[in-house]
């Protein structure tokens, strides 16, 4: 695991400590939204920067570890305009956390699901060929397997 980390840090993310996203965040103050792997909330670096604060809930054990590390490798390496950006991650006994470039119009798929405006035929085939490219991007980068589904007419 150790040298897992410090090949990271070689790589770009940045490793960050409890204590500075505990003052990124103003103490967890301002909560983004949840999903399945835990809180997300909002924070501002000194510099300006700011990011989005995952929370990974749960006891860390050996699936959680699997589950960090895959998403520290993937999406940690990746550059693309399509893509959001890992900055970094926090892994200590009290918080294990990764450090998101900030989305300020949130997920997409309250855009595609939950708002009552009905997004057109062309944005939604814009939309769906730059995710496409997203993909393909991180398929390359990262020799991700990706499931081929059959499309039934
Ligand atoms: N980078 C971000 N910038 C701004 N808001 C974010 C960002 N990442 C997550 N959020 C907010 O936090 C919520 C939860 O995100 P999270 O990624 O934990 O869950 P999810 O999108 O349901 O996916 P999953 O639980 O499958 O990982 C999102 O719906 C969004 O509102």
Redesign the pocket.
Known sequence: MDKFLNEMEKERPIRFTDQHLRIATDNYSYL???????K?YKGIFSDGTIV?V?VLHGLYDKKMEEQFMAEVVTIGKTHHFNL?RLYGFCLERNLIALV????GN??LDKYLFHENKTIGFERLHEIAIETAKGIAYLHEECQLKIIHYDIKP
């Open positions: 983004l939204g949840s999903g399945d792997f835990g997300v989005a995952k959001v998101y470039e900030y989305m949130g997920s």
